[in-house]
């Protein structure tokens, strides 16, 4: 079990996960939502909902730290809630891509010694705008196993320009919104 499989397992922070283990080219892969902030126990064995996740994430390591993460926030303010939650395991090195929800601009930005880019999400999700970013279509990976097509995308990804202006947090902060996810077809 990868260090990283254990600092989630341990600190029972995997939610609804598709996919959690070694992929055929990576120690560990991940597919699910995180939780950044758990919800209240109610007793020994009852917990409400998380507060806070990380929605369609994409995680990939062959380290102690986390080497890519692709993950959908749906505001802006659980970003640093969740590196608080993740920091011991972030790498100055690693590659981590937020789609934030209620961000109108895109930008890249440093925050406590960790390169963050922040991609506004307004139509799209996680999976779709990743598949974009690194030039690959659905068809790509339709006979692909779930292994395989994180992989694939994590192989693309690590090498495609993302092409984002550096800006300061707190200029990132100045493009956050009030507007939320547009939503189509029946409610």
Not at 8 to 30: E, M, P, V
């Amino acid at each position: 079990m990868s260090k990283i499989q254990e600092f989630i397992y341990n600190n029972n922070l995997q939610w609804q996960s598709t996919f959690s283990a070694k992929t055929d080219k990576h120690a560990f892969g991940y597919r699910g939502s995180l939780i950044i902030t758990p919800g209240k126990i109610l007793s020994a064995d009852k917990q409400l909902p998380p507060k806070a996740t990380c929605t369609q994430t994409i995680l990939v390591t062959d380290s102690d730290t986390i080497d890519f993460l692709a993950c959908e926030l749906s505001t802006l303010d659980f970003f640093e809630p969740f590196v608080e939650a993740y920091k011991e395991v972030l790498s100055p090195d690693g590659l981590y891509i937020l789609f934030v929800t209620d961000l109108d601009k895109s930008a890249k930005f440093q925050y406590e010694g960790f390169a963050f880019n922040a991609i506004a999400l307004d139509e799209s999700s996680v999976w779709n705008e990743l598949l974009d970013y690194a030039d690959l279509s659905k068809g790509d990976l339709k006979k692909a196993t779930a292994e395989e097509k994180i992989d694939i995308v994590y192989d693309e990804i690590k090498t495609a320009p993302l092409r984002l202006n550096d800006k300061t947090y707190e200029e990132i902060k100045s493009f956050q919104s009030t507007n939320g996810k547009v939503l189509f077809g029946a409610v």
